[in-house]
């Protein structure tokens, strides 16, 4: 066994996690502030396309979620326990699995919107302008799909090997290349034509392949104990059944995010314009919350793996624990925060005082619980490291319910306006992270390494 993966076995998982996550926390804040300068761009063109982009973000998140949390999940907990039972080969075998699994998730996407997309946007509430700025967007980001999924599984298996700093320093130089170049396509300055909310998306893409490249290449060429060579290509049931065996419970979690979200939106689009764009400035506020606390779960995921692997279930649970603290304390903060000072940075975003009004009251609503959301996220990466996802989905599923059965309930009769919507959300989170923690309690990764053999 390599040195460093010795070390994720040994080490003090306090210290060892807060080193580990702190790489990841600081480029995935960077990442979240790159999707707020996007709608900080895209409030310049007015409230129309701010209400397209709302539209849309369920689709980024989706794909983001899809690439880098379920899919790039499953891969860096597959190569963790492979480097966890001190078997290298299979480690880079594995990477061609998920290279191989990239092509065929960007791929499935694109078909799935090029026959549901327009249906799915109208249903939405998208009509007139805002569904042609909206299916514009949506065309660009899946064509270029396949780079983003690239970028989240090349980075997931950096991170399987316990390696935080290299795509935590491509995806802050990605930062350094997409802000300026979505200010440029989205307003259409110095010359180049102004593409609107198109103009993010093809940043996303050229940012992504300028990405892919470079990590792909030090992959290749890596001293690492796995890197990326021809010699390991032999694909393998098992090997796939490895990563999928994850990934594919894994990714109901987007799924019921993002039909959540769409399903709230809808809800909302009923409010009007001004409502609809509040509550888009609302989630990309909270989307500053996924990414920190992303930064924590993608180090359990390896950590928890490797234990796994390795037979330390013990040491897998203190993992979980600690990383479950962590998040709730970091994300409960920023939840209270974001709702105290909501009079400083709302201005930044909008002028429209109706638009305020809405996405000062989701905040003031959903924020105070964000810490629910966050430790139960967290688990949801640590579980992923364990193999063991049936808690995660109960949790998830429950969570979707509780959102959408309770905003159709509260804007229809209790509540009767927008922020019955809201109370909904902040519900479903509590329920989320109360799921998860008290699976981890009840043992759910410890039966599980029981029946495998650890």
């Keep these: 066994m390599d040195a460093r993966s010795q070390q994720m076995l040994s080490a003090p998982p306090i210290p060892l996690l807060a080193k580990m996550s702190a790489p990841n926390s600081i480029a995935f804040f960077i990442q979240a502030l790159v999707s707020l300068a996007e709608v900080w761009f895209i409030g310049r063109l007015g409230s129309l396309s701010l209400a397209a982009i709302a539209l849309v973000f369920p689709l980024l998140m989706l794909t983001q ?13 597959a190569i963790a326990r492979a480097l966890g039972a001190a078997d290298p080969a ?150 796939f059944r490895d990563i999928l065996g994850v990934a594919l419970p894994a990714s109901i979690a987007p799924f019921l995010t993002v039909l959540t979200a769409v399903l709230l939106t809808a809800v909302i689009s009923r409010f009007g314009e001004q409502a609809l764009a509040g509550y888009g400035i609302g989630a990309r506020l909270e989307f500053l919350l996924v990414p920190l606390v992303f930064g924590i779960g993608a180090s359990m995921t390896s950590l928890v793996g490797i234990g ?19 998040a709730g304390l970091l994300a409960g903060s920023i939840g209270l925060l974001l709702a105290a000072l909501s009079w400083a940075w709302m201005p930044i975003f909008t002028n429209d005082p109706a638009v ?27 579980s992923q490291g364990a193999g063991a996802m049936r808690w995660p989905v109960i949790a998830l599923s429950l969570r979707a319910l509780i959102a959408i059965g309770g905003a159709l309930l509260l804007t229809n009769s209790l509540v009767a306006s927008v922020d019955g919507v809201f109370y909904a959300a902040a519900l479903s989170m509590v329920a989320y992270g109360t799921i998860m923690l008290s699976a981890l309690k009840l043992g759910a990764w410890r039966r599980l390494g029981i029946a495998n053999g650890s």
């Design 65 to 77: 979620m899809l690439s880098g949390g379920a899919m790039g999940g499953a891969v860096a907990a």
């Design 90 to 239: 299979r480690a880079e075998r594995l990477i061609w699995h998920a290279l191989a699994l990239a092509v065929a998730g960007a791929l499935t996407l694109l078909i799935l919107f090029v026959f549901f997309g327009a249906p799915f946007l109208r249903f939405m509430g998208g009509a007139g302008d805002i569904l042609s700025a909206a299916m514009s967007y949506s065309f660009v980001l899946f064509i270029g799909g396949i780079f983003l999924w690239f970028v989240g599984i090349v980075s997931a298996v950096f991170r399987g090997m316990g390696d935080m700093r290299f795509p935590a320093l491509m995806m802050t130089l990605s930062a350094l290349i997409q802000v300026p170049l979505s200010g440029v396509l989205i307003l259409g300055v110095w010359g180049f034509p102004q593409l609107g909310i198109t103009g993010a998306a093809v940043s996303a893409v050229l940012t992504n392949a300028v990405l892919c490249a470079v990590m792909m290449y030090r992959l290749s060429q890596s001293s690492a104990p796995i890197r990326l060579h021809t010699r390991a290509v032999d694909l393998r049931k098992d090997h």
């Design 308 to 326: 796994i692997g390795a037979g330390d279930i013990k040491r897998a649970e203190t993992v979980g624990w600690v990383g479950a603290l962590g």
């Design 356 to 382: 305020s009004a809405v996405a000062s009251r989701y905040i003031h609503i959903v924020g105070p619980w964000y810490a629910f959301h966050g430790l139960g996220l967290v688990l949801y990466f640590g």
